[in-house]
């Protein structure tokens, strides 16, 4: 018994029953019994001819048994009923999750008004529920079916975006799971995208929470809307957190603003090393066309790339491009994948259309974004410092837009890229981040502690080395207000007291004079002197004043002014008055004056002489000035008050390099601590005035005006 395969092109392949087979001429029929292929060995050519039972090659079919047949013919139909009884089932709702059912109203009894045009915390929220001394209390709702009266779905289930909004804040230190004790609440209703959502329906499901009322204290997370949606919402006193604010619909210290997420460039990967940075200025446009309707005058010279959506019919593309890919953009000449061709440009014009994700897309990138003025609201403006991040510009500037990017300088592009990307990676790389970075800017403004909430927003990550553009080490590396030491969290009203720490060498009579000047201070607990001389001991207990303030005298190995801040243990107060063995100009109630305000402003530093620095632009230096004028930056730590906190970041957590500077040029000391208080804080030091004394004629020569 033999079998074989024949086709019209090649040759016929013979297999007898012993497993031998050969190749036999084109066209040759071969005849005889038929059996399976079995082991036929393909080197053997000697073979009986048998019957032809089907062909092999281009164009062959081979015959098929009936029983095959009927096996594959039923597995489809099989497979077909089965996806026909799965989407079925899936449009009934079987195969969604398996929440508890609520029932709306009817249309015509939901009577929730419209979104007030002004509102503000006081009128449009309950503070009676919140306390500023704690943390936000938010209550997300549970997950529920939303039914009509017919047992119809009135809203689709939660998007996977949404869905992770929930999640984060339950996983988060804002959880509440009582509503009694809830100060801000989360629906579960999905409003992210309000442009393809049923307003009525929406209002239906928010008038039907039990906790909902007016809309008071309720927040509502949308990246998709306009401004017609907010007015035709019906949604009573509720909060929107929404991407793509125009100035004239967002409500000031009421609403948040945050950026338009693109899921799938946010979690688009992109390249280890980054290309060189070819390209000035990179236009990135929401449609064909817009360049000259969005930004008139704008030069597009070589060092300008223009991106628009990729035509499906365009030759770049080679009419495989569907338009609006989010993953392609196309320039006048070659297309480019996105959003890594952001990695090309230094800076990105953002559109002026504010509902667009261009934003984060060159966050991500470390393209510094530059903004036209009044064209949006940038996302938690409150809490980030945008212009250390962004550029912001008038739209008669466009013509000269290029020639300003090209004069900042490497140092300063570097240092923006690194805070737009620092931006992203905590506040916008996921819809949780953002949900809790949403969450932080309501408990800000109801949080009576303001310290540290300026670098909890604008914290770097790294410094730069302006040598190279290496990462240094880090300056500040703590996680915002709620990772502060607690002695800091404390408000600093019920502070009592406060040490003095004064820096002395060898002035030995000038120092006593300032130590019985001082010493009726009623705050005063404590004096330290840190005698900065290694090479002499302090004077004997015998030469030093009685005082009715405890003193304490510390030896230092070496003469260095940034003795004056170290963080000794031996101080057992919150606040510090620096203070130098020369100043006697100050009396004990002007030193209690300038406590009490410390104590109002605790994270600042509260001092007596003022300096204001400024850069001369004849010889390209800062410099700064003593003389009386109207405007301060600075003030001299030879008399000022500050936390004790800075003086463990100056001495621990300060760049080495700074400490280096002061103790080989014996000065400067006091710049380095303006320096890092404001960088801290984001503030300006506080002056405060001495009292002026006036002649009084009719006074004795004891009294004056001001004692009067």
């Not at 880090?474 to 207000?481: H, V």
Request: proline letters at 7%; one cysteine or more; hydrophobic letters at 40%.
């Amino acid at each position: 018994e033999s079998l074989f395969f024949c086709s019209a092109d090649v040759d016929c392949l013979h297999c007898d029953p012993s497993g031998h087979c050969a190749m036999l001429g084109l066209g040759r029929k071969p005849n005889g019994p038929s059996t399976s292929l079995g082991s036929c060995r393909w080197s053997d050519l000697a073979c009986k001819q048998g019957p032809l039972i089907g062909k092999v090659g281009h164009g062959s079919a081979v015959r098929v048994p009936v029983a095959v047949k009927i096996f594959v013919i039923a597995f489809f139909i099989c497979l077909t009923l089965c996806l026909s009884a799965t989407w079925v089932l899936y449009q009934s709702g079987w195969f969604k999750a398996d929440f508890p059912t609520t029932v709306v109203r009817d249309r015509k009894y939901v009577n929730l008004p419209l979104l007030p045009r002004d509102c503000s915390v006081r009128q449009c929220f309950d503070l009676s529920r919140c306390r500023a001394s704690e943390r936000l209390r938010v209550f997300v709702y549970p997950t529920v079916n939303f039914l009509d009266g017919h047992g119809s779905v009135v809203l689709d289930a939660a998007s996977l975006e949404y869905s992770q909004i929930l999640d984060a804040v339950r996983a988060s230190r804002f959880f509440e799971s009582d509503p009694e004790k809830a100060c801000v609440f989360l629906p579960a209703v999905d409003t992210l995208n309000l442009l393809r959502a049923d307003l009525s329906n929406v209002s239906r499901a928010l008038d039907s929470l039990p906790w909902f009322a007016n809309g008071s204290n309720h927040l509502l997370v949308s990246m998709l809307f306009n401004v017609g949606h907010i007015t035709a919402l019906r949604a009573g006193n509720v909060m929107l957190a929404g991407a793509g604010f125009h100035p004239t619909s967002y409500r000031q210290n009421f609403d948040v603003s945050i950026p338009l997420i693109n899921p799938r460039t946010v979690r688009a990967s992109l390249p280890t090393h980054e290309r060189l940075r070819q390209f000035t200025l990179i236009v990135p446009l929401t449609d064909s066309g817009q360049l000259e309707e969005q930004f008139p005058g704008l030069p597009v010279s070589k060092d300008v790339l223009v991106l628009e959506r990729c035509a499906a019919d365009s030759p770049l593309t080679g009419g495989h491009s569907r338009y609006g890919d989010e993953r392609r953009r196309c320039s006048a000449s070659s297309q480019h994948s996105y959003p890594a061709v952001l990695l090309r440009g230094d800076f990105c014009l953002l559109p002026t259309v504010p509902t667009t994700p261009v934003l984060v897309d060159a966050a991500k990138t470390g393209c510094i974004p530059i903004v036209l003025k009044g064209s949006r609201v940038l996302p938690f403006t409150e809490g980030i410092d945008w212009s250390g991040a962004s550029i912001e510009i008038y739209k008669d500037q466009l013509q000269q837009l290029t020639g300003i990017l090209r004069a900042i300088s490497m140092l300063k592009k570097e240092e923006m890229r690194q805070q737009v990307r620092n931006l992203f990676d905590r506040f916008f790389q996921s819809p949780g981040k953002l949900a809790l970075a949403v969450l932080q800017t309501i408990e800000d403004r109801l949080s009576t502690n303001t310290i540290g909430q300026h670098h909890f927003w604008n914290k770097a990550d790294v410094l730069v080395d302006p040598r190279g553009l290496e990462p240094m080490q880090p300056l500040l590396k703590m996680g915002g207000p709620h990772s502060l030491p607690l002695f800091m969290l404390h408000p600093a009203r019920q502070t009592r007291h406060f040490t003095a720490v004064i820096l002395s060498y060898d002035r030995f009579k000038t120092l006593v004079r300032v130590l019985k000047k001082i010493d009726p201070t009623p705050s005063l607990v404590k004096i330290i002197v840190v005698w900065n001389n290694q090479n002499t001991k302090p004077p004997p207990e015998s030469s030093w004043p009685r005082l009715n303030t405890s003193l304490q005298v510390l030896q230092s190995r070496y003469n260095r002014l940034n003795n004056r801040f170290i963080p000794f243990k031996e101080i057992e107060t919150d606040c510090i008055l620096a203070l130098d063995d020369d100043i006697e100009m100050v009396t004990p109630d002007e030193l209690e004056f300038g406590f009490q305000v410390w104590k109002e402003f605790p994270d600042r530093l509260v001092g007596f002489p003022g300096r204001l620095h400024t850069y001369n632009t004849t010889t390209h230096r800062y410099q700064y000035s003593s003389k009386w004028g109207s405007e301060l930056s600075m003030v001299l730590t030879g008399a000022a008050f500050h936390h004790k906190y800075y003086s463990y970041l100056y001495t621990y957590v300060m760049p080495k390099a700074i400490r280096h500077w002061i103790n080989k040029h014996m000065n400067c000391e006091d710049i380095a601590m303006n320096y890092l208080v404001a960088g801290f804080t984001g503030k300006p030091p506080i002056k405060a005035t001495p009292k002026k004394r006036f002649r009084c004629e009719r006074c004795s020569a004891n009294e004056s005006l001001w004692d009067g």
